[in-house]
């Protein structure tokens, strides 16, 4: 049988879940690099105090380092709008049975349905409170600026993977310009920018598949929708 892509296998889910081993898997997203699953856990054995987490799997690439600076600002953004982001319980590596290694992203499940799927069923004004809901988010991570502590450690993060990701594009003096000056490299170039330039956070995929929202009820007893979390 051909192999239909990456897969959480028991070696993997013992690296990743420690303590307890979840009871059901279900697939989100399977391809040969990469695999985005829920786990739950029986009653009783919640991992991480969660009944349910999500987990991105994704092949280690050394020719493109970006999944640590990923990782970093989902957690920055979670401490921005935590009622919106999902907490991030774990980050790290692991080998699958055949040696292959991985990292992955271990987060807390936002309960709910994807808005592209019950937009249709929405009322106007349900609408309208979760694209309000999203552009106060949206104004609250663009209000973080590079001299915040969290920012910093992003940065520093950024240059590190700049280093490696970028060396491959070295040419003596072909990076920058007169603000910046004339650099031989990317990573010397991003390195100044996080340094001397503000910058803000943005989030460049508000898709309807990007978006979480929950039925709730309200003080008059009906159920109306509302923005529950902001995922990808």
């Not at 499940?109 to 106060?136: H, N, P, R, Y």
Request: glycine residues 8%; contains cysteine; proline residues 3%.
């Amino acid at each position: 049988m051909a192999d239909r892509g990456v897969t959480p296998d028991d070696s993997l889910l013992k690296q990743i879940f420690t303590t307890n081993k979840p009871g059901t898997i279900s697939i989100f997203l399977q391809n040969l690099d990469k695999c985005v699953f829920k786990a739950e856990f029986p009653q009783g054995l919640e991992d991480h105090h969660s009944a349910a987490c999500v987990v991105r799997l994704e092949v280690e690439n050394e020719n493109l380092k970006i999944f640590t600076t990923i990782a970093a600002m989902q957690q920055i953004a979670a401490t921005i709008i935590p009622k919106l982001v999902p907490q991030t319980l774990q980050v790290g590596k692991a080998k699958n049975a055949q040696g292959r290694m991985f990292h992955f992203l271990h987060d807390r499940f936002v309960e709910g349905d994807l808005s592209e799927d019950v937009w249709q069923q929405m009322s106007a004004e349900e609408q309208s409170s979760v694209v309000a809901t999203l552009v106060e988010a949206l104004e609250k991570l663009r209000s973080v600026r590079l001299s915040d502590k969290g920012i910093k450690i992003l940065g520093k993060a950024l240059r590190e993977e700049g280093d490696e990701g970028l060396k491959s594009l070295e040419q003596p003096g072909v990076f920058g310009g007169p603000h910046t000056g004339f650099l031989n490299d990317g990573a010397a170039l991003l390195g100044f920018i996080m340094e001397r330039r503000e910058a803000v956070f943005c989030h460049t995929d508000f898709t309807p598949g990007n978006l979480i929202v929950e039925s709730c009820a309200s003080s008059g007893g009906e159920s109306k929708y509302k923005l529950a979390g902001i995922i990808d």
